[in-house]
């Protein structure tokens, strides 16, 4: 290996005192390659296990702890008892070669998809109409759908859910657990100004929902699992709704979620790099502006735009961030990690070619979506 690469593969101690082996960690992907019961298919396995042989820190493709939560075909569901065996299967395979897996725990919230949900039934903070993502869509329908507000009584019961979600890990055998709370899925648009309008508890402090999911989460692992369990927290910093989640809202969520016993915090980004938008913090890297606030209480996993080794070095010596997570590069080539590692950096595959399915070797719902310029990557096509 190029000596310059080896600050990559430096070793990182979690609050909880667990070590992770290097600071690549797998984001979580969706894969659209779940059966259709949200059980763990053969095709899902091997695609996550190859992913994970070489990171320090797994995550799995967001899973959702109830039916009403599902907001993409293939997804793979933490809800019932009865998908513990795939689970179990799941976790073996994730930390077979050493990486500790987590699960990241999901509901979809407006972005649910109504053709997925028990009686094509959608909730929300507060009532709204968005257009269908096609994104996650296999028939890339662009039909309007409605999302109704959901009950105080609902709201209990989704916390709970995902304390339920998170004893079902546990059981499964993995090795902790990341809450979603990015990506416009429903904790986010408790958060969001333009998705929650409530003018109860829940509206005027929309920071409650999300807080009490991770005390719900953090309880569950108290009396479930051992001190060695990990709990993370993603989340988005901005959005460009008006009005929307800005750095400001942030700042406030991040000094919340740091006096949690959480034991890193995700920032979901399509550029690592990126700038704030608007408000008091324009112009300012986030990265930047989240490192300070986090004030070294526990770590921060950054993502977005990271396609060659080169990449993920010029992130990680900002000295803003702990932990760098791939994403569309790591489906674009299983092999990053090894090949940097064996001082194959040059090797390492940044573009998709439509032209080679063998090349990427993706599951083939997945593999599709790519080739239909689904996701924005680099192409060989440069399409």
């Avoid at 001190?227 to 901005?238: A, D, H, K, M, T």
């Avoid at 090949?339 to 573009?351: L, P, R, T, V, Y």
């Amino acid at each position: 290996m190029d000596k310059k690469f080896e600050p990559l593969f430096e070793k990182v101690t979690l609050p909880n005192k667990v070590e992770l082996r290097n600071r690549f960690v797998l984001a979580p992907l969706t894969h659209i390659s779940s059966n259709d019961d949200g059980t763990i298919s053969d095709v899902e396995i091997d695609h996550i296990e190859k992913r994970s042989k070489d990171v320090g820190l797994a995550i799995s493709a967001a899973s959702n702890v109830n039916d009403l939560g599902k907001a993409f075909p293939g997804q793979p569901s933490v809800a019932h008892d009865s998908q513990l065996d795939g689970l179990k299967r799941l976790a073996k395979a994730m930390k077979r070669n050493g990486a500790k897996a987590i699960v990241q725990i999901h509901h979809g919230g407006a972005q649910s998809m109504p053709y997925l949900t028990p009686n094509g039934d959608v909730v929300a903070p507060s009532p709204i109409t968005l257009q269908g993502d096609e994104k996650h869509s296999p028939s890339y329908e662009k039909e309007e759908h409605h999302a109704r507000e959901i009950t105080q009584e609902e709201i209990e019961h989704t916390i709970k859910a995902f304390g339920e979600a998170t004893r079902r890990v546990i059981e499964a055998g993995f090795d902790g657990v990341e809450i979603h709370g990015a990506n416009h899925y429903l904790i986010q648009q408790f958060v969001s100004p333009y998705y929650n309008r409530r003018d109860d508890e829940w509206g005027e402090n929309k920071l409650k929902f999300p807080l009490e999911i991770v005390d719900e989460v953090v309880n569950t692992v108290k009396t479930h699992a051992d001190e060695n369990f990990i709990v993370g927290y993603r989340f988005s910093p901005e959005e460009p709704e008006t009005p929307g989640i800005t750095m400001e809202i942030t700042e406030e969520l991040v000094k919340h979620l740091i006096e949690k016993p959480l034991d890193f915090l995700h920032v979901s980004l399509m550029n690592v790099h990126a700038k704030t938008r608007e408000g008091k913090y324009q112009g300012e890297e986030r990265i930047k502006l989240l490192h300070e606030w986090i004030d070294g209480r526990m770590p921060l996993v950054g993502i977005g735009s990271i396609f060659t080794a080169e990449d993920a070095l010029e992130a990680i010596e900002t000295k803003n961030i702990d932990l760098i997570a791939l994403g569309r590069e790591i489906l674009l080539d299983h092999n990053f990690i090894n090949k940097i590692q064996n001082g194959k950096a040059d090797e390492i595959m940044s573009e998709f070619d439509p032209y080679r399915k063998d090349n990427h070797d993706l599951p083939p719902n997945l593999w599709e979506q790519f080739n239909k310029g689904l996701y924005s990557l680099p192409r060989t096509d440069g399409k």
